[in-house]
Structure formats: structure tokens, C-alpha cells
């Protein structure tokens, strides 16, 4: 496993700002929300980021065809939830940081066949940023914005790249 990517200061205050469309509201309201934007666009993948927007989103009917979770919610330990997933996987990812392991595991659930539960040891928060930048276009990636809502990314080429950006502005580590 080597670091690919780390969180600087910098980027740290630029990703505190949702990256996709917020929605604000009680779990009933943003999965509400998130149903009628999904409807209206028969959408071919949703991707979940978090543990608790990957609850809220089975809860709610919602099969994710990758939920990426790492057993935290609020940066405590929770019991693992049962998710629908046709294989689980485990990963390595440090805290503020993206690993190669991690990117790899995200690109091969993204082009499997299968619905993956990822299960990563570390911190998942920034796979936000792989999973967009691997997802098909048109698929929705889905992360939850604490105290306020979820955040919806619908994947589309400008996304790509402003996410390619935003990886770019990170500290890149060395191949060592």
C-alpha cells in the first residue's frame, strides 16, 4: 500500500464545502428528494460514501451498486451494517489520505458486474473523490454532509474534471 494522494490544510477547507448538490433536511426528507431526482432521471448507478448515508439510503429501498463504508460514524466506532452487496471488500486507506490499494479496490467494484460493499480501514471520507472520477457518467455518487444533509455529485465530464483538480492540488506522494 503507498499514499497517493494527501490532504493538505488547503484542500482540507476546500472539501468542508460540498462538492455536489445539497440537500438539506431530516433523513425522511433527503431520501424524499433523492427518490424524485432518481425517477426523473432513471438513473444507472448510485455509489454511497459514509456509513450512515449508506444506512439511510437501504432504509429507504435504495441497493447502491458500491457503498463504501469504514465503520465510523461522527469518527466513533458503530456496529457494521448490514448492507445488499454481492461481495464485500477490504482496503487500507489512512486518514487523509488516498492509497493506491484504496483507488484500485474502487475502480475494480466500479467495473464489476456485482453490487460492493467496500470496507476500508482508515478513513473513507475522500473516496468520494475516486468514486466520481471512476463511476460512469450519469451514475450519482452519494455522501452525507453532517448536521445538515446528503450531498448528491451527479457524475458528468466537467465533474470528472473539477474532481481531477481537485486531486491535482493535493500533495502527491512519491512512488517509493
Known amino acids: 500500500m503507498r499514499v497517493v ?12 464545502k460540498p462538492i455536489g448538490d445539497l440537500i438539506r433536511g431530516s433523513f425522511a426528507e433527503t431520501m424524499k428528494s433523492l427518490k424524485e431526482i432518481t425517477a426523473k432521471e432513471n438513473t444507472p448507478c448510485i455509489i454511497s460514501v459514509g456509513d450512515t448515508v449508506s444506512r439511510n439510503l437501504r432504509d429507504s429501498g435504495f441497493c447502491p451498486k458500491l457503498s ?34 484504496a483507488i484500485e479496490a474502487v475502480r475494480q467494484a466500479l467495473n464489476s458486474p456485482n453490487r460492493v ?24 455518487v452519494i455522501y452525507g454532509q453532517p448536521h445538515e444533509g446528503i450531498v448528491v455529485i451527479k457524475v458528468t465530464r466537467e465533474k470528472k474534471q473539477e474532481v481531477s483538480m481537485l486531486l491535482s492540488a493535493m500533495e502527491t506522494c512519491s512512488k517509493s
Open 5 to 16: 494522494y494527501s490532504l493538505t490544510p488547503e484542500m482540507r477547507l476546500k472539501l468542508k
Open 68 to 101: 463504501i463504508v469504514d465503520n465510523l460514524a461522527m469518527r466513533k466506532s458503530i456496529e457494521p451494517i448490514l448492507l445488499k452487496a454481492d461481495r464485500t471488500v477490504h482496503t487500507r486507506n489512512p486518514q487523509a489520505t488516498i492509497t493506491d490499494e
Open 117 to 140: 460493499r467496500m470496507v476500508v480501514e482508515g478513513e473513507e471520507d475522500l473516496l468520494t473523490l475516486i468514486a466520481v472520477l471512476y463511476a460512469a457518467e450519469n451514475s450519482y
